[in-house]
């Protein structure tokens, strides 16, 4: 929703940046509790997976945005 509210297509693009960044951010705080905590490892692993999905997303739409 912030991304879509942005003044310009250089605020846009650094939003979808800030949303790569807190997703791989993520991921590696869901590998940091799966490691540190083994009975975690079967929550964690769909979180983790989203994470990098939705990483991939913001990557192709940040990708996406710079040739414009």
Known sequence: MEANQASSKKDFKNK????????????YWMRMISS???D???????????ANELLLIFSKIFSSSSRD
């Open 16 to 27: 979808i940046n800030i949303c790569r960044k807190e997703a791989n951010e993520t991921k």
């Open 40 to 50: 975690k490892t079967d929550e964690c692993k769909p979180l983790l997976e989203e």
């Open 36 to 38: 540190a905590n083994k």
